[in-house]
């Protein structure tokens, strides 16, 4: 299964001749119990990136992948673990059914407030009782309405995932078509894959981030360029910013265009239509650059432009958190946030090819994925009858430590054989320049 989904991947990055992939059953299992092929999903993740960038999927340490996908349990500040979750993201019970909300940034927050007539300064109790007199449809739409996050948990749809399904899960083009079958340019180092490339990193919260840390990690030389506005929570930015300088830059200043005049690659992680407002969409890039490789990553893919999301959101509406119902009347959720890093590691596969492909063959290459596509994908992997139980790992065998602005981080390490992470920087404080 693992590798069936592998191949799939490959054929996806329109790879010719095919990379060798070995098919005997590699060896364990990736331990991340559930009744969805989560842990499958993870370890084929994880073997693309391994794959595409020289290196070998049966050295993969199938305990090194389940911790990196629940990296932020294990994260720890001064000894201490942050908390990462908001009491105003979650499940809430409506009057007909059941909600699922984000609200771990303090504007989702208010939103959320706002769209259900709760005061500015009201909790996560006024927010129930208020959730408790709507529908838990009418309560999406006024959430959605005021700028909040907000989806119905509903069942899954068959169809309209095998529909999904019957797109690439990695959508490849070069200059606006797709590409035919090419030869795979081999890594100038083994060591660092992608050293020389620059990326200009226009992400945040988990999936984007983790592509872009991959990148890193691989030896790309990567610039998070974060809007001065929009703080990034400490915890995110050190659990997912190894490896990267961070800078703060209005999008519209001429320094962005400065940027990505240098840049080999941008990674695009926030709603579609917020970047094509200013004019930093795919095509519009491709037209000022043609040199770069634009990858796009979205909550619900191209087809939704305008709408939010993440994760947790997409687990509920797809129809995953019934699936994953601890009781069948409460639901639930997968053991890790496993679409946002499954899309991180495969985005960051497309990437990798895309660049070495254009150092042969030259053009603007544009790769993506969704949280939704690779949810149907999942849907679609064989299910498991019984659910495995939790099993204990030496999480201190997987760890690493750093010193970050005075304080004392450890994180889990990579999940990719052969390479270590370099420390996250303080979010925000380098200069936005290459």
């Keep these: 299964m693992p590798t069936s989904l592998l191949r799939r991947v490959l054929e996806d990055l329109a790879i010719a001749p095919p990379v060798e992939v070995d098919v005997s059953e590699p060896r364990g299992t990736v331990p991340l119990p559930s009744r969805l092929a989560t ?85 996560a109790t006024d927010v129930s009782a208020a959730l408790a007199r709507i529908t838990a449809v009418d309560a999406a739409r006024e959430i959605t309405s005021a700028g909040g996050l907000a989806v119905v948990v509903e069942q899954e749809r068959p169809a309209v995932d095998r529909a999904l399904r019957t797109t690439a899960l990695l959508e490849v083009s070069r200059d606006g078509t797709r590409p035919s079958r090419g030869e795979l340019s081999s890594p100038l180092s083994l060591d660092a894959p ?78 579609p239509s917020s970047f094509a407002r200013l004019g930093l969409d795919p095509n519009a890039l491709a037209h000022r650059h043609p040199h770069l490789v634009i990858a796009q990553l979205s909550a619900w893919g191209s087809e939704h432009p305008d709408r939010a999301g993440f994760d947790s959101l997409v687990q509920a509406e797809s129809g995953i958190s019934w699936i994953e119902s601890p009781d069948g009347s409460t639901p639930g959720a997968l053991p890790a946030q496993a679409l946002d890093h499954s899309a991180g590691y495969l985005l960051a596969a497309a990437v ?59 994180t889990v390490g990579s999940a990719i054989p052969g390479f270590e992470y370099s420390a996250p920087r303080p979010w925000g404080r380098d200069q936005p320049r290459w």
């Design 39 to 123: 842990g499958e999903l993870a370890r084929s993740s994880v073997a693309a990136i391994t794959t595409v960038t020289g290196g070998d999927h049966r050295a993969l340490d199938t305990d090194r992948i389940a911790l990196a996908y629940r990296s932020d349990r294990f994260l720890t500040i001064d000894g201490s673990t942050p908390s990462v979750w908001s009491p105003f993201s979650g499940f809430w019970s409506t009057a007909d059914g059941w909600l699922r909300t984000h609200g771990n940034y303090p504007h989702h927050a208010a939103a959320l407030r706002r769209g259900l007539g709760v005061a500015a300064n009201g909790d």
């Design 194 to 271: 992608l050293a020389g490339y620059r990326v200009l990193d226009l992400t945040r919260v988990i999936a984007g981030p983790v592509c872009t840390r991959t990148l890193a990690l691989l030896g790309a030389d990567v610039l998070r360029i974060d809007p001065p506005h929009l703080p990034e929570p400490e915890w995110q930015h050190l659990d997912t910013g190894h490896g990267k300088r961070t800078a703060l830059l209005d999008a519209r200043s001429p320094q962005m265009e400065e940027l990505l005049s240098s840049a080999d690659a941008v990674v695009l992680g926030y709603r």
């Design 352 to 410: 990798s090819v895309a660049l070495r492909r254009r150092k042969l063959e030259g053009g603007s290459w544009f790769v993506s994925t969704s949280l939704r596509r690779i949810a149907a994908e999942l849907l679609g992997l064989p299910r498991h009858d019984v659910l495995a139980a939790e099993q204990r790992i030496d999480v201190s065998r997987h760890t690493t430590g750093f010193s970050v602005d005075g304080r004392r981080i450890v």
